[in-house]
């Protein structure tokens, strides 16, 4: 598959504003609403539709602009069944992912169940000191999204 053409400046520069403005729009509004509502859900729903769009974008193959496509696209190991990635790349991609998803697994289930919670306090419990406000919730929602935009466009 052949990368993207690059898009002229204007264009790759009007893209990322309008990403950064949608945002900054949808912090600014998760900021102001309350945990587990529904306007809440709805913006954490829109903001996942639109990370969805965009790995859709990228596995069908359309040209996608510099803003989305950093990376080359993907290359499966040669002689494999129906194309798919051999075993080891499957390993290589996946195991630090699960290695940490196990650790921390690990802490929340051990903080959890230690007592008192002050004293082994749980991620849930530690982050809602930050987002007991309305500048720490937009912040976090913010950084969600830049982790998500990363992951997604890596």
């Known amino acids: 598959m052949e ?3 690059e898009a002229p400046p204007r264009v ?3 893209a990322t504003a309008a990403a950064v403005a949608v945002a900054i729009g949808l912090s600014a509004a998760m900021a102001f609403s309350r945990p587990f ?6 913006l954490t729903a829109t903001a996942l539709a639109l990370l969805l769009a965009v790995i ?3 596995q069908i193959g359309r040209p996608m602009s510099p803003l989305v496509a950093r990376r080359e696209a993907p290359t499966w190991s040669a002689g494999t069944p129906g ?3 051999g075993r080891r790349s499957w390993a290589a991609r996946w195991s630090g992912w699960m290695v940490l998803v196990a650790a921390t697994a690990g802490w929340e289930l051990f903080s959890y169940l230690s007592s008192p919670r002050h004293t082994h306090p749980t991620v849930s419990s530690m982050l809602d ?3 007991a406000h309305h500048a720490g919730r937009g912040l976090a929602y913010a950084l969600w999204l830049v982790l998500g935009w990363y992951l997604v466009t890596r």
């Open 3 to 5: 990368r993207p053409q």
């Open 12 to 14: 790759v520069f009007v």
């Open 37 to 42: 509502t529904a306007p809440s859900e709805v």
């Open 56 to 58: 859709v974008l990228q």
């Open 83 to 85: 194309g798919l990635p």
């Open 129 to 131: 000191a930050v987002t």
